[in-house]
């Protein structure tokens, strides 16, 4: 992760303490060389640790307590120095601008009043940022929340009013293994508290190794009967290696999900629900992950709608939400779709959250031409931080409309 954005990363860590020495410790004679020094010793080791991070192999280094460490300490001494820097950097240009024209002597003394009151509101935002991070990394991250979606249809067999489906996403076990493990006994019990009829988890069980999934399948196997399909991050994509490396990780994962957990694992592939008669059934679908480069596209629609009659009701599983307007809507008619993968963005701000520069179905529900979407902001994720949107299992209840 590091690795494929250093040069991010390696400013993210530089350019604060650069600024900061410019506009402030560089113009003050009284300071000896050593306080300068000492002052910029921790933007050093955080650079060293960066590119220690980017030498790693894998996309995610296997001993995950080292990106925790890495985020606590660029939330802790990186992300607060970034915050003042633009507040103060504001200020500066404010004035800056302000000198371009003749100004009265009163106009100067608001220059000078706006530009030491911007460098006391970084002062401010820093320390909020500060709060936020630390909120964000522990309390808000390992909570789990219960969205309770009700959704009408008018092709909806009549014995499947009240159908509940929970739908989990988005898990990255990896996350969870060491203290945060108690998370997921959270999660078991919210899941079980639902009493739901199926349970659908639509992909991301790892970060980037079956492993990690084995070292909660205790917690995982008290979840019911599940039916799943793959997530970018469950293919052999983040491994360093070669592609028989890869392909063994893809296969390993999905033996662990059909053979350790017991789950129903769609691959391009689809299950049928029956009512208590018999009679009435629904559709189960769900395809390999449908992403965009670089992300990963396993998906064959054709294949996994096949044996499914004309007109049925089919729920379709694909992880990825941008599948939805590309490919799902012109080639299936499939009544809901149920995704993750964009985590809602893990923050949301007044509302806005980052995910929606990228993704135009990114959180929540949507619907089109009588078909819908509904996009879970999912459980965990690689970087263990929510701030505004919280982990979350999503309750559905399937109702039939009256046309």
Not at 220 to 228: A, F, N, P, Y
Request: aromatic letters at 12%; one cysteine or more; a neutral charge.
């Amino acid at each position: 992760m590091i690795l494929r954005h250093f040069i991010f990363f390696i400013l993210l860590v530089v350019l604060p303490d650069f600024y900061i020495d410019y506009r402030f410790l560089r113009q003050r004679q009284d300071m000896p060389a050593w306080k300068r020094l000492l002052w910029w010793t921790p933007c050093f080791l955080m650079a060293a640790f960066t590119c220690f991070m980017a030498a790693q192999d894998d996309f995610i280094p296997r001993n995950y307590l080292l990106l925790e460490i890495y985020i606590g300490l660029l939330g802790v001494l990186v992300i607060p120095k970034l915050l003042f820097s633009i507040c103060s950097l504001v200020g500066l240009l404010f004035k800056k601008c302000r000198c371009r024209r003749q100004r009265s002597s009163q106009e100067k003394r608001f220059e000078v009043t706006s530009f030491h009151l911007s460098e006391r509101v970084g002062v401010v935002v820093a320390s909020m940022g500060l709060l936020a991070f630390v909120y964000g990394f522990t309390l808000g991250f390992n909570q789990v929340e219960v969205d309770h979606q009700d959704l009408y249809f008018t092709d909806l067999p009549q014995t499947f009013d009240g159908y509940r489906i929970v739908q989990v996403s988005d898990l990255h076990a990896g996350t969870y293994n060491g203290w945060r493990r108690a998370v997921l006994h959270d999660l078991a019990d919210s899941i079980q508290n639902q009493h739901p009829d199926l349970i659908c988890f639509t992909g991301d069980l790892q970060n980037i190794r079956p492993d990690e999934v084995l070292e909660v399948k205790q917690e995982l196997s008290q979840w019911g009967d599940v039916v799943s399909v793959m997530g970018n991050h469950d293919y052999g994509e983040y491994i360093g290696g070669d592609e028989k490396d890869r392909q063994a990780v893809e296969h390993r994962m999905k033996e662990v999900q059909r053979r350790h957990l017991d789950w129903v694992l769609l691959d391009n592939s689809n299950v049928s629900i029956s009512d208590s008669t018999g009679r009435s059934r629904i559709y189960i679908a769900g395809t390999g992950n449908d992403g965009k480069a670089p992300f990963p596209n396993k998906a064959d629609y054709k294949k996994a709608l096949q044996g499914i009659p004309q007109g049925a009701f089919v729920i379709m599983l694909q992880h990825d939400p941008s599948a939805w307007k590309r490919n799902i809507l012109p080639q299936t008619k499939a009544q809901l779709t149920l995704s993750g993968h964009t985590h809602g963005g893990q923050f949301s701000l007044f509302g806005w959250r980052p995910t929606q520069l990228v993704h135009g179905e990114d959180y929540g529900y949507y619907e089109q031409d009588g078909q819908s979407l509904l996009v879970s902001g999912g459980v965990g994720g690689v970087v263990p931080f929510r701030l505004g949107i919280p982990g979350s299992i999503t309750v559905i209840t399937l109702h039939r409309k009256t046309p």
